[in-house]
């Protein structure tokens, strides 16, 4: 394949079942449109004002714990209620269609630093941030009708995230939401067509390739999707054909603890800057009769193009037609590959002393 040939052309995304389109030479015309403020202003070790630091009141009076780790606790607004039964199904009707669905919205805090980011945190205190990922949906899978559980966090005012303090979300639903639903159907039926799993196969041209990888080690590969959408898309996948968090062993959960931090680290010297994005685990369904194929991974999809102030937004054709982008995941992958995984911020403190 000529992966240097810079003519539009359209790729295919077998986890999704859609296309995208690519415009490598889009690149080069000016911009004149929404510049936003760098968000770079350096929070305190501690903010008394912030709800999740340790020690904190929130907002209907609970008193967070003086905790030195990680803390989890239910959302103050969750957006879902386990206990409602929400309006009944209406059968029979067939463009007005609704169903009830229960939910648990959990908020974890990542570090008792107000101050930190995974880019910035030791590998030890991420893998305790993974164990609680791991004890969170294993909490939430006890519940028989969570049939879902979706690990992310929002990075940065340009992402929604509303406080800088490092912190992910826990949502369960009682039904499998849209992105994981269509990827459980593209496993079925990519094992029904070729006997293999979708992203074995994948991942095994990807490492033979070479050309959209970023980093890697024993246990997992971070890389820029042949089918990226967002600039800087990256999937960061497990090597083993495991279905879950709580499938990974001692060794793959370290390992995880240490590709985040290094992806992370990349992404925040890419433009020298904290690098927003929304990152999520794709895992297996929980409480599902039949055994559900699936390979654990998670997605980073940042929003920046060109520097820590210009996006990409998403609108027009992309909004109403297929999603687009200019840069080639390639030449993404190469610029990520190029940075160091020493932060930025350690560098200049380094320099100072
Ligand atoms: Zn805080
Ligand atoms: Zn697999
Ligand atoms: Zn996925």
Sequence with gaps: MDLTDQRPHRRFNPLQNEWVLVSPHRTQRPWQG???KPDDAQAPAYDPS??????????????????????AFDNDFPALLPDSVGPAANPGEPLLIREAERGLCRVMCFSPRHDLTLARMDVADIRRVVEMWVEECGAAAARPWVR????????????????????????ATEHVPNEA?????????YRRAHRACLLCDYLAR???????????????????????????????LSRRHAASLADLADAERHA????????????????????????????????????????????????LLRSATVRKFMVGFELLGSPQRDVTP?????????????HYGARKSDAAR
Excluded: K
């Design 34 to 36: 929404q510049v936003d």
């Design 50 to 71: 912030c709800y999740l630091c340790p020690g904190n009141t929130r907002a209907h009076g609970d008193r967070n714990p003086v905790y030195t780790s990680t803390f």
């Design 148 to 171: 879902y559980a979706l690990v992310f966090e929002n990075r940065g005012a340009m992402m929604g995230a509303s406080n800088p303090h490092p912190h992910g979300q826990l949502w």
């Design 181 to 189: 639903s269509r990827e459980a159907d593209a496993f079925a039926a």
């Design 206 to 236: 990807e490492v033979r390739l070479g050309e959209r990888i970023v980093c890697e080690n024993d246990a997992f590969v971070a890389l820029v999707p042949f089918w990226a959408v967002w600039p800087f898309e990256t999937l960061v």
């Design 256 to 303: 995880l603890a240490d590709i985040l931090r290094r992806l992370t680290a990349r992404y925040d010297n890419l433009f020298v800057a904290p690098f927003p994005y929304s990152m999520g685990f794709h895992q297996a369904p929980s409480n599902e009769a039949a055994g559900v194929d699936w390979h654990v991974h998670a997605h980073f999809l940042p929003p």
């Design 330 to 342: 390639e030449d993404a992958a190469a610029r990520l590959r190029a940075l160091s995984e020493v």
